[in-house]
């Protein structure tokens, strides 16, 4: 099998190509390494891709050009990259939204109008459903976005659910609920939470920190877009993915001053525009459509992300 993952270069779009590479698949990665963190660090997430020869890195923004040349190589397109987080996505900065989320994946789903045997994954997220009205939540939920991300988010998945209806796209959407881990991203609050363990410096946390999220190890995030990409006739369906871990950033922090062995200097500011207070996952659709089931524990899976924050510059 042939692979295209976009968003090669970042946190879990390293992960996928490096899962499907070492299973003997080729992947074409695609990233234009937009400027929401230091270039080097998405570098040092491609270095183990590089070193398999079926792995070719394609430098190039998504948002500036037919891509049917592109998706013509590939059998499964793997639709990962995207301007991520919450707090950035208000003001001046919302152009980059609209153009890395919504016309990027725009001009994908139009290069596959005329291959309907391709099969598009969409990474979208937990966010398009803001304070869920049911907890954990059901895909059935109306959406109701807090920020301008999460709107971004939520037409993706519109449009992939457009170019199904219209032109048969097998396009699948995905909604990942917090993923942490390794390569974690420098503004989402683990890294910058292990950081400070690590260095001593102050913690800061927005709101109180009771709020709780779903946390999803980035393993199980690669598991499930794998088997969305494989799966018989799920062309259409949007889909839970989440760890069925919902813990506070307080039980959080906790876990990761153990691993410290030190106390962490935590202060408390209001919450950020857009943030939620708690996010929980009915995952039972895609636990029938794509056997899904979480592998890793949260302590696991955050003790993994704190070990690999030791050796991060």
Not at 59 to 64: A, F
Not at 152 to 175: I, P, S
Request: glycine content about 10%.
């Amino acid at each position: 099998m042939r692979y295209l993952v976009t968003g090669c270069a970042g946190f879990i779009g390293s992960h996928l190509a490096e899962s499907l590479l070492e299973d003997g698949s080729q992947v074409i990665g695609i990233d234009c390494f937009n400027d929401n963190y230091a270039r080097a660090g998405k570098l040092r997430n491609l270095e183990r891709a590089r070193q398999w020869d079926g792995f070719e890195f394609v430098p190039i923004d998504l948002s500036r050009g037919d891509l049917r040349d592109l998706v013509s190589e590939c059998d499964v397109v793997l639709h990962l990259a995207a301007e991520p987080g919450v707090r950035e996505s208000w003001g001046q900065r919302f152009e980059f939204y609209m153009r890395n989320n919504i016309l990027a994946t725009q001009l994908l789903l139009d290069a596959l109008r005329e291959s309907s045997d391709k099969r598009l994954v969409y990474a979208s997220s937990s966010s398009i459903y803001g304070d869920a009205e049911r907890l954990p939540t059901p895909e059935d939920v109306i959406p109701q976005p807090r920020s301008p991300y999460g709107t971004t988010k939520l037409a993706g998945e519109h449009l992939a659910q457009l170019y199904h209806a219209n032109y048969g796209v097998d396009a699948v959407c995905l909604r990942y609920f917090t993923v942490y881990g390794p390569r974690q991203r420098p503004d989402m609050a683990f890294h910058r939470f292990c950081r400070a363990a690590i260095d001593g410096t102050e913690v800061t946390v927005f709101g109180d920190g009771t709020q709780s999220r779903d946390f999803t190890f980035v393993a199980d995030v690669v598991a499930a877009t794998r088997a969305a990409g494989a799966a018989a006739d799920v062309g259409g369906q949007v889909m839970n993915v989440g760890g069925g871990s919902q813990i506070s950033v307080n039980q959080a922090l906790e876990l990761i001053a153990g691993f410290a062995g030190r106390e962490l200097n935590v202060t408390y500011a209001p919450e950020s525009s857009g943030d939620v207070r708690h996010t929980s996952a009915d995952t039972s659709r895609a636990r029938s459509l794509l056997a899904f089931a979480p592998a890793v524990g949260f302590d696991q899976g955050l003790q993994a992300e704190f070990e690999w924050m030791t050796g991060v510059p």
